[in-house]
């Protein structure tokens, strides 16, 4: 008994770690980390902050909903994941189309930073200090949608005790938790490399970014 225990508990990790790697999962982060310039490394403890923030949203709201079926014996009404279905479409598009206003706005200025004994000067956004809420509200959006309630209490039917439920919910968003942020880490790596490359490139691949948002969030809102 024991190890069938274990056994469903490891499978709810090992779904985690895969669940946050899915397509729209990964657009959401990618560009909502592609809205400012990188820049050194103070940018990128605020992509891996996006990455954990997004991933404690979709958690969250999964260990609520499990509360809320487990302990409080509330049935899920199937709208309430259409609903979010549809919004994480309308989300993408809004994020590519921020990133788009950002360029048509203007708003850059210059530049001056060494590398080694090499001078750069170029132009970049101005850094903002605002505390961005985003993340965690993209992920709280996914959290609702797609198949991820369903991932997440699949074994409370076979075991029938709440407590097992939860702590497979917990289990499956610390593998999207640790998943994410390990995402999060390769994907600034890349984006500090190329913007240390040639900032033109780093700032079209930025707006390659935006496009894709923009047409995944279409197809994502018309799929659902």
């Known amino acids: 008994m024991q190890d069938s225990l274990f056994a469903i508990l490891s499978l709810g990790f090992g779904l985690g770690l895969l669940h946050a790697l899915d397509a729209d999962h990964i657009m959401a982060v990618?560009?909502?980390?592609?809205?400012?310039?990188?820049?050194?490394?103070?940018?990128?403890?605020?992509t891996l902050r996006f990455c954990?923030?997004?991933?404690?949203?979709?958690?969250?709201?999964?260990?609520?909903?499990?509360?809320v079926v487990l302990v409080a014996g509330i049935s899920l009404p199937p709208q309430l994941s259409m609903v979010a279905e549809k919004l994480v479409g309308v989300i993408l598009i809004a994020l590519g189309l921020w990133i788009f206003w950002q360029f048509y706005r203007n708003?850059?200025?210059?530049?001056?930073?060494?590398?080694?004994?090499?001078?750069?000067?170029?132009?970049?956004?101005?850094a903002s200090n605002r505390h961005d809420h985003s993340p965690v509200l993209v992920g709280i959006t996914h959290g609702l949608a797609g198949s991820a309630p369903v991932l997440a209490l699949v074994p409370v039917a076979?075991?029938?005790?709440?407590?097992?439920?939860?702590?497979?919910?917990?289990?499956?968003?610390?593998?999207?938790?640790?998943?994410?942020?390990?995402f999060g880490l390769g994907f600034n790596t890349m984006q500090e490399r190329l913007e240390h490359y040639s900032t033109r490139l780093f700032?079209?691949?930025?707006?390659?970014?935006?496009?894709?948002?923009?047409?995944?969030?279409?197809?994502w809102l018309f799929a659902a």
């Open 30 to 46: 990618t560009t909502l980390s592609s809205r400012q310039a990188q820049g050194k490394n103070g940018n990128r403890w605020r």
């Open 52 to 67: 954990s923030q997004w991933a404690l949203g979709h958690g969250g709201v999964l260990l609520l909903l499990g509360t």
């Open 107 to 126: 708003k850059l200025q210059l530049r001056v930073h060494s590398h080694d004994d090499v001078t750069h000067v170029h132009l970049a956004e101005p």
């Open 158 to 182: 076979n075991n029938g005790h709440g407590w097992f439920g939860l702590l497979y919910i917990c289990l499956f968003s610390l593998g999207v938790l640790l998943s994410m942020f390990v």
């Open 203 to 219: 700032n079209l691949s930025r707006l390659l970014m935006a496009t894709l948002s923009i047409s995944f969030g279409s197809y």
